[in-house]
Nanobody
């Protein structure tokens, strides 16, 4: 059974940093894409950053230059380093893993989410 388990959320002051980590069961190479999404109450879940198995990482405009997504092969995690945090970065952050099936269909897996609150 595939499991994605997030950690590292918390309360931080504006301008501060946090590092989120998502532990992936099985090999991270089995996922065609790994990413982080954010959701605030009343809004849809939005992509923050993603890293494909092949190709370039992708960031939302709002976090470009401040956040960095990376795969740690040794730890089997996908991490999100968040710097220069702003109050609008507040939300529940979800780890996502996408697998491409031989039929061409895609399966998406989600973690349980971790709360990030940016406030003074």
């Amino acid at each position: 059974q595939v499991q994605l388990v997030e950690s590292g959320g918390g309360l931080v002051q504006p301008g501060g940093s946090l590092r989120l980590s998502c532990a992936v069961s099985g090999s991270i190479f089995s996922f065609s894409v790994l990413g982080w999404y954010r959701q605030v109450p009343g809004n849809q879940r939005e992509l923050v950053a993603s890293t494909p198995r092949f190709g370039s990482t992708r960031y939302s405009d709002s976090v470009q230059g401040r956040f960095t997504i990376s795969r740690d092969i040794a730890k089997n995690t996908v991490d999100l380093q968040m710097n220069s945090l702003k109050p609008e970065d507040t939300g529940v952050y979800y780890c996502n893993g996408e697998r491409m099936m031989p039929t061409g269909s895609k399966l998406n897996y989600w973690g349980q989410g971790t709360q990030v609150t940016v406030s003074s």
